[in-house]
């Protein structure tokens, strides 16, 4: 009996032995691991099938069978899994102050908002009174003064995509001449370019202009040469919405590649369009001068957005003289009834020899209002001009000023002024990438106070679903290219914009046969589908096409950046590593 006892207890505590020296099992050892999908890498090849692997803010491991396994896990099978789409002229300056997710942009894949145009900084004192005193809708403080605070501020606060932006021209120019044509003396241009150099080593990826807006449109080009001189000794690019669009559009195709010539900076065309009519047949010429001038060595590029009506204000319906010096003596002129005649006569011209006429190209038929800061004018919201007008009794030109000065703005509207065959063709053009040249709203809260141009919504959904699955206008792949490793290139920036090991964990996950944009000039506050994941530096910013809320993103700084020890301008364009 004892001995029966005592093997029961020998066996027991071997069990309990075992039980207790047993391996434990082993831990994830991945955050995420996507499995199954069609990877398309973002260099335009065909896509293999496989997974990929990612470690804290990293791409750690991409091959056609992943063992060991995630702390989260993507089943993508029968999805595309690409880089993050780069939004190459995004305007959510304001949109994230208020909402920190850029839903509209999020859910069709974009993980890097690149701002330019006009920037955030650097303001002076007046500059910074002006932007609190213009506010519309979306309200904030503003609390940052250089371009580098603001798009730090944005980190800080926490932002589910990637930021980064463009130090404007016209901000600079701002800076010293409060919004008017004054030209620049040599001691002057060299402040300027002091303040470009300042906004480039905190982070800005280049200089940016809008030259048909005033108080861009003063600059003449030395100027822009010397500015973009500038940028280029550290480490970045021009780019414009280029002087015209229009009826001297071939001309100012001319400009951008005399100033990449003269900078040694690349150049980028903003939202490349033909604008009226009686323009569209300059696409052809258009493409001969710029395929020329980069076979001959000088980098240049475009980005497009793919609709037919561009989105602006009703300063794009009004000749630039009368806005010299800003909105105030603006308005003030057009309350002088002398100067108002002489507005509305020039406003008449469809085609003015100075100044590009937007209203004229597009008529008050094809111009919608969008967004007013006067609650009682929010009313015209989605009527043409046209509609207003006979609503008012007056002209079209007449109701124009008056909703200006009434609004204390320039007023949102859009122009239909392109052609659906010359977008079809801009699309495949193998230099072109994407930008919705729109903010990234919600369709929620204050964001539906205002109305938007579809782009806002739906640019990016629009490239996969309609150009490249139902009108077979280019390859998945190819327009991967374009919405990531190629504007990746294009700015220079490391470690982003492809599916490649150590590469930053930017990555989306879509379904190629449903991905869809859905909103309409009429209904234009509708998110795309098709998207089910979005992994920003690691983190899910989208998971199963639901918005985490994370603060995924990261300001992401071009090359002269002086933080961490690194970056700073150089002696000439000729010291850094281009792109071709």
């Not at 305007?91 to 102050?97: F, G, K």
């Not at 069709?108 to 006009?118: A, D, N, Y």
């Not at 053009?429 to 964001?447: C, K, N, T």
């Not at 690691?538 to 199963?544: N, Q, R, S």
Request: proline share 5%.
């Amino acid at each position: 009996m004892f001995t029966k006892r005592l093997a029961a207890s020998v066996l027991a505590i071997a069990v309990a032995n075992i039980a207790t020296t047993a391996p434990a099992a082993p831990q994830p050892a991945y955050d995420v691991v996507i499995r199954g999908g069609m990877i398309y890498d973002g260099s335009g090849k065909t896509p293999f099938k496989g997974d990929v692997a990612v470690r804290q803010d990293r791409i750690v491991a991409i091959a056609p069978h992943i063992k060991a396994r995630g702390k989260a896990e993507i089943d993508a099978r029968g999805k595309a899994v690409s880089p993050g789409f780069i939004n190459m002229l995004a305007h959510p300056e304001e949109s994230l102050l208020i909402d920190h997710r850029a839903l509209s942009d999020l859910v069709q894949g974009v993980t890097l908002e690149v701002m330019g145009e006009m920037s955030m900084g650097p303001l002076t004192p007046q500059m910074k009174s002006e932007l609190q005193a213009s506010q519309g809708d979306l309200r904030y403080p503003v609390d940052w003064t250089t371009l580098g605070q603001y798009l730090d501020g944005l980190e800080k606060r926490g932002v589910s995509p990637n930021v980064a932006s463009f130090v404007g021209a016209g901000t600079v120019r701002q800076n010293l001449f409060n919004g008017d044509s004054t030209q620049p003396n040599a001691d002057q241009l060299k402040t300027m370019q002091g303040l470009v150099r300042q906004a480039m080593e905190e982070g800005a990826l280049g200089v940016t202009t809008a030259l048909i807006y005033a108080p861009n449109t003063f600059a003449k080009t030395p100027e822009l040469i010397a500015l973009a001189q500038e940028s280029a000794r550290c480490g970045g690019i021009y780019t414009a919405h280029i002087r015209s669009e229009g009826d001297r559009f071939l001309e100012a195709v001319d400009e951008t590649i005399e100033i990449a010539r003269a900078s040694g900076a690349p150049a980028e065309i903003y939202h490349l369009k033909q604008s009226g009519r009686d323009n569209w047949s300059k696409l052809d010429p258009a493409i001969v001068k710029i395929e020329k001038a980069r076979a001959q060595g000088t980098r240049i590029t475009a980005n497009m957005y793919n609709y037919v009506a561009g989105a602006t204000g009703l300063d794009a319906a009004m000749p630039t003289w009368v806005q010299d010096g800003g909105y105030d003596r603006w308005v003030e002129r057009l309350k002088d009834p002398a100067t108002r005649a002489r507005v509305i006569a020039e406003m008449l011209d469809k085609h003015p020899k100075d100044w590009e006429n937007l209203l004229g190209a597009a008529g008050a038929e094809g111009t919608l209002l969008l967004a007013f800061k006067n609650p009682d004018l929010k009313k015209y919201n989605g009527k043409t001009l046209a509609e207003v007008a006979a609503l008012r009794g007056v002209s079209p030109q007449e109701a124009a000023i008056e909703l200006v000065i009434e609004d204390g703005t320039r007023v949102g509207v859009a122009y239909f002024l392109m052609s659906e065959d010359n977008v079809r063709r801009e699309v495949a053009l193998p230099w072109v990438s994407f930008g919705s040249d729109a903010g990234a709203p919600a369709p929620e809260g204050v964001f539906l106070q205002s109305s938007d141009h579809p782009r806002t919504y739906g640019n990016f959904a629009r490239v996969l679903g309609r150009y490249v699955r139902d009108e077979h206008r280019l390859t998945l792949a190819e327009a991967i290219r374009k919405l990531s490793a190629m504007p990746a290139q294009n700015l220079s920036l490391k470690d982003r914009g492809m599916l490649k090991k150590g590469y930053f964990a930017d990555i989306v996950v879509f379904d190629p046969v449903t991905i869809q944009d859905h909103a309409t000039f009429e209904k234009p506050a509708q998110l795309a589908t098709g998207v089910s994941d979005v992994i920003i530096n690691g983190g899910f910013a989208l998971k199963d096409g639901k918005a985490t809320g994370a603060p995924t993103g990261r300001f992401v700084h071009g090359r002269a950046w002086t933080g961490a020890q690194g970056g700073g301008c150089r002696a000439s364009a000729a010291d850094w590593t281009w792109s071709k």
